[in-house]
Structure formats: C-alpha cells, structure tokens
C-alpha cells in the first residue's frame, strides 16, 4: 500500500515550495493542501508563464491530476474564485480536477476585518499578519462557531451566514475608531460562493482514505513553514494552523502510520517575512545583497524579505520535528558571487553557547558561525551534481552531517530545469 508523501517548508515560509511540489508532481495523482489559507503564495514558473498559486494544490497544472483542498485549509471564496478563474483561462478544465473538503472552513468578509481590526490594535507589537481573515476564521473553528463548505449546501445557509457576520460585527465595534465597509466584497464573496458550486465538495478523510487503499500515489502539500507552526515556530509571530508534518494528520485525516517520505525543503541561506525573531539576519551589505540577488519579495505580500545566513540550530529542529527523510535546497545560485558564506551552528544565549532551539529566541540569542569558502562561480547551468565545484559539495555535504539527512533535489533556479536529482 502506498503511503501519503509529504513536502514541507524547514524555516519560515517562501522556501520555494510551489516549484518543488511542480518537480515532483508527475509522480503522484493526488496533490492535497493540508493547512494554511490564500497566506500561501507558490510561485510555478514554466516556459515564459509565471503563477502564483495561494490556495490551489500545486499539481493543478500536471495532466491528469487530481488536487483537493482539504478540511484543515481555511478558504476565502473571492480569492479561490479569482484563481481558478485565472488557471480555466489556461485551458485547464479546473472544475474536473478539483476537490473541496465539506470541512474546510469559509473565511468571511468579516474575518478580514476582524484581522485588519486587531492587528491595527497591536500597535508596535504587530505580529505582521497578511490581513487575509486567517487568524479570526481558525478562532471561529476553535471556538466552534465556523462555516465550512458543507454549510454551503444546506438551504438555510444565508441564515447562518448572517448569524456569524452579525457576531463579528459586534465584536467589530469594540474596536474604537475602526471604520470599515464590507457591502461591495460582500457581493463579490456570496458571487464566490455560487461559482464554487460548481464544483465537487467531499469527505475528504474518506475520499484521501480510499485513495490510500487502491494505492494511488498522493503527494501531501504544506504552506507556510515549520518555524511559523502554531505549537512548534517562534511562537506568537507565527501562523494560526499547525505547519509541521502532525498538520497532515488532521488536516487531511491521514493516519501516522500511512505517512510515508517526508520531502523538507529549505533556502541556501534564511528569509522572513513580518515581524518576529530571526537570529542570523544580515542588518549588512551582504544581508542587501542576498535580497536582491534572490528577488526577495512575499509572493502574497509583496513585501521585502528579511535576509540571513543558513541557520542549521532551526533547521535541525524543523528536521527532528517533521521526522524529515530527503532534504531539498533552494536557492543556492543566489550565493555565486560570495567570498565566503556562513552557516549557524549554534546560539550564545546570555553567554552560554547552546545547540538547541530555546524557549525564548526573542532575548539575547547571538548566532555562533561556521564559515566556509564561496564557490565563485555560475552553478545555475550545472544539470550533474559531480560537476559542482568543490567549495560547492563541501557546504552541502557540511548540512548533510550535521542534519543526519541526505540533500535529494538541488535546486539553482526558478525554472524546471533548473533541478539536479540525485
């Protein structure tokens, strides 16, 4: 029987998911989102089209495939109403390949405002949230009070519609001073809604289930990363669902044991988007550089990213956490031109040197570094691994031992080809 295969992002999001998920994706029929909501932006670049995917599974484009979005997805009509709208014009026939979980939950109009409302509160100590409605929805289904998909069917559904928007609004106005007009994209959503429709809404525990029992190849597709877990990432400037490899369990209702490998990917070197701790980040020429060389801007957002060096202290954790197999790395042409390059091995917390993430990484945590030499040399032409220069393998190598596990997939370029398989 064949088990789910997952690929995650190690850091914190942006870690180039959308192309991996399109590499590996001819070898699986399924591609099911497991958590997350349109906070997600997986860019796919093939010949001269470029596509952000936010809610839609990366497999989309692959003939033949089958994407579901499962429960533990929270989805805003307008926003996958547009996307979908935007693959059909490609010619993909989007309604044929995919699938909505009855249990995904709904992001209301008023969830954003909720978001905008309570972020804008937050003053100087903003978490650096997207504004997409994501937090106030995953409190909604924590505290019981969610629509989901299957709602949508019911014929009392307007009913409760305006049941949970009249709850927001009075919570709204505990907010002194916040103005806001959710009428037009009220229209636009309940026009959302009906396009939705069209499409097939499932069980999906029972559907991804029975997929597992013929044995069709599915490939388990995260958003965000590790470190902006709800549990597990630099709590509380994190996401609201849980991004590590446990999210595919409750997010598709998929058993531990039918987990099978787990792909981790992460960048050559560290980005971060928003507020929150980031302990190698380059305040330097180096830190601009690795921004502008690797086009480090959010895919969402469009907000530049914050730059830093690789840090091996997170991405040990990420690695135990996730029970990673094959590591997949990113990005690393974007280091060409560096005389020497830097990896964390481990923190000075308040003078003391530790090899574990902390508690607290907010406070005094200093990065201690490994250097090593720059290859300084073009490597985004290279197809073998063999023909890599030297300094090149030596850091991949390094990341190997020091994480137990083996470097699958490098990656030296946003195109296709731009892959190595090892």
């Not at 307008?78 to 989007?94: D, F, M, R, W, Y």
Request: glycine share 10%; net charge negative; with cysteine.
């Amino acid at each position: 029987m064949k088990k789910v295969d997952v690929v995650l992002g190690l850091q914190w999001g942006d870690e180039g998911k959308g192309k991996v998920v399109d590499v590996l994706t001819p070898n699986y029929a399924v591609v099911a989102r497991f958590q997350g909501g349109p906070n997600a932006g997986h860019s796919l670049h093939f010949g001269d089209k470029s596509f952000v995917l936010r809610t839609v599974p990366s497999g989309i484009f692959r003939d033949g495939s089958i994407n579901v979005i499962g429960n533990g997805v929270v989805v805003d009509p307008v926003s996958l109403t547009e996307e979908l709208k935007n693959i059909a014009a490609q010619g993909i026939p989007v309604q044929e390949k995919l699938l909505i979980s009855k249990k995904a939950h709904i992001i209301l109009p008023t969830h954003r405002m909720l978001d905008a409302a309570s972020e804008a509160a937050k003053g100087k100590s903003k978490i650096g949230s997207t504004l997409k409605g994501i937090g106030p929805t995953y409190m909604d289904k924590t505290g019981r009070n969610g629509l989901r998909f299957g709602d949508v069917l019911a014929e009392d559904f307007v009913e409760r519609y305006n049941k949970l928007k009249s709850k927001h609004v009075d919570m709204l106005a505990q907010y002194a001073g916040f103005e806001y007009d959710v009428t037009e994209y009220e229209k636009t959503w309940m026009e959302g809604i009906e396009y939705l429709r069209g499409f097939r809404f499932i069980d999906s525990e029972h559907e991804v289930n029975k997929f597992i029992e013929q044995d069709v190849a599915i490939l388990a597709e995260g958003a965000q990363g590790s470190m902006l877990d709800i549990d597990f990432g630099t709590y509380p400037f994190v996401t609201s669902s849980n991004t590590v490899c446990a999210g595919v369990c409750t997010g598709l209702g998929v058993a531990p044991t039918k987990i099978g490998d787990v792909y981790g990917i992460f960048k050559a070197y560290c980005t971060r988007v928003g507020s929150g701790p980031f302990p190698t980040e380059l305040f330097d020429e180096t830190g601009k550089e690795l921004g502008r060389i690797g086009h480090e801007f959010g895919a969402v957002t469009g907000r530049p990213r914050r730059c830093g060096w690789l840090d091996l202290v997170a991405l040990k954790y990420a690695v135990m956490v996730d029970g990673v197999t094959q590591l997949i790395m990113m990005k690393a042409d974007v280091m060409d031109g560096f005389d020497t390059i830097k990896i964390a091995t481990a923190y000075k917390v308040n003078g003391e040197v530790v090899n574990h993430l902390p508690y607290e990484l907010s406070g005094d945590v200093e990065p201690v570094y490994t250097e090593f030499k720059g290859w300084k040399s073009r490597i985004s032409d290279i197809r073998r691994y063999e023909d890599f220069p030297a300094e090149f393998k030596q850091y991949v190598e390094f990341i190997e031992r020091e994480t137990g596990v083996p470097i699958k997939i490098i990656s030296v370029g946003p195109d296709r080809e731009e892959t190595i398989v090892r």
